[in-house]
């Protein structure tokens, strides 16, 4: 149907910009995996932080999380992405000053991350902790990669869009709604900001957002890549392009919506349950139907999986992806939440994923390309045979270590006497029970981290050992004509699968209506979330210390949400309401409990009690793995600023007065004083009041106070 | 709590619509893939991969 008129081009692929991406990974890999084993081992021993602030666990781990998605995952995934869009279009990238821009900026807002992550600038949600300016030169960033890309797909010199590229697109698009809608804040100062969302609201946004990153950070893009580079190493087509298709549209469709949102379903009539139970299994298998789909195109070549590193990476890597995509729905299962929720087992849950789906396929990408790149052979097979069994053997004490703690553990927190009373009232013997499994774990992970060493010295060695200033070879495509609906008469479906405007635009509507009907319900909370009237929000030196609660991310070790379950309330106390959080911003339920809930904590002990035990944990709980915190003792509270924290808090609609406003500074000065006289009176050395520890004291003692003093019912 | 804050949530036929929507999305979809006389089509489509940069001298349309 095409023809005469056909202008034979000449072009040339960017391959220096995937050389950028594929070294700048190989580096951050390193970054994110030390960060990993060493807070690991810090959870086997409490001393491993050397009493340095910024070294501790609560700073760290947002570091190591986000090294590990956004910097290893993330550069992974633009070098296979550029790598491979530019050849599926037989075109360069449309402007290489876009790409370059792309590429620093994204290292510099990784730079920024280690910097102020460990200083305690955050957020404090997860996944999503980088402050408001790093935050928007993260949608800066990302929009110049999607314009250079869609450009790119205009200058396209392939009629059809392979299967890998509608990966991408998704990716593009919904991470970009994800990121902006779940960062919306207000700042305070360079530094610091609010969220625009509060308690339950912000908790679902977060959760949206959260559910959503693993399903198009860590899945889509990391599909699109094994649809493209598995034919490539097989060199074999895909086993069924028809299942990848459907895979596609059912995992824009599982997350979204299946995901958090099947928990509407108990409000729906009961056909509609019946409909909506039928539909998840019917999204679920296709996600199966993705892995068996890589599998299988592996058929007829499986004797070169013994051999070849590449294609054990993949299969090994596929298992993983199914494992994780097995394990997932059954977590959410309520009964089997209810033991897995806050433990270890989610943590072996995700590392399964990261370790085992995501790091394989880009070892197996990385493998790939990097000959490809420098125009030469792999250094040494054998290294990545090694590199392939020892990351392997890592993966799998990691994850049935993580497995054991959390089941040992989960178990340990629900186990009742034929009293009703529980068997390990204190938390701490739950914790000790695990700590050597903790350590088990760090040398799973350690493992792990050796293997990817043996990989980066085999690719350093490959580099080092290509020929010099190989020039960059030359390609002939014919100009895409344009082509009218008319002449396609015959064959409309070209019109759909080759055009991938229309594609984007119904990616972002399946994408979008998904956000609203799962959002959507979140605005109409404040209906029913009513504060009570003679509820206070915090006082100035409350919210301060809260603050200081969300720097040093106690979170990530202390949930504020307990559970509607009899071995929570008797551990814990009542059950967390709705409204207790509704000045929370952000929010602080926490998703993992290393150390005990606090909700409740208000009133709980002393002052005195909190005082020793912050200093020194082990003075007052023996065998206790949290940190100590001496530099809340000797850094001074920031009383000045706390005008302008109410301010921006009233903006966003928390009942402060106008004299709370004015007199912010004086008002928390003297709950300071009263504070630290009550400490001083019982020992605690002067000066006292003007130090953080006694702001997050008094944040402590207010946890719950609402809900006990009978405000809230 | 997030499932007790879903219960209170009265907005049931924006629920059902959007349930019933995806549905409709996904089975067109299959239905889509499996049309007559795609075969193919998807055939060629699942050599792209294979024939990017070797063969890419001679240019397709």
Redesign the interface.
Known sequence: MQNTSQVLETYQYDDEIVKKFVIATLVWGVVALLLGVFIASQLADWRLNFGISWLTFGRIRPLHTNAAIFAFGGNAIFAGIYYSTQRLLKTRMSSDLLSKFHFWGWQAIIVAAAITLPLGYTMGKEYAELEWPISIGITVVWVTFAVNYFKTLMERRERHIYVAIWFYIATIITVALLHVINTIQIPVSMWKSYPIYAGVQDALVQWWYGHNAVAFFLTTPFLGLMYYFLPKAADRPVYSYRLSIIHFWSLVFIYIWAGPHHLLYTALPEWAQTLGMIFSVMLWAPSWGGMINGLLTLRGVWHRVRTEPILKFFVAGLTFYGMATFEGPLLSIKSVSAIAHYTDWIIAHVHGGTLGWNGFIIFAMIYWMVPKLWKTELYSTRLANIHFWTAFLGTLIYIISMWTAGITQGLMWRAMDSTGHLVYPDFIETVIRIVPLYAVRAVGGGIYLISYLIMFYNIWMTVAKAPKSEKSEVFQAAKLMPVSISQLGDRPHRVLEGLPMVFSVLTFLAVGAGTLIELVPTFFANDYVTTAPNMKPYTGLQLHGRDIYVREGCYLCHSQMIRPMVSETLRYGDYSREQESAFDRPFQWGSKRIGPDLAREGGKYPDLWHYRHMMDPREVTSGSIMPAYPWLYRDKTDFAILQKKLKVMKSLGVPYSDIDIAQAESDARQEAKAIADGLISQGAPTPLEDREIVALIAYLQRLGQDFKKGIIK | ????????????Q??????????A??IA??L????KG?SP??????????Q??DR??K???
């Open positions: 709590m997030i499932q007790k804050v879903l219960a209170h949530y009265r907005l049931t924006l629920s059902c619509l959007g349930l019933i929507l995806f549905m999305v996904f979809a299959l889509w893939v499996f049309r795609s089509f998807y055939a060629e489509l699942e050599n792209l991969p294979l990017d940069s890419s001298l240019g397709r349309i």
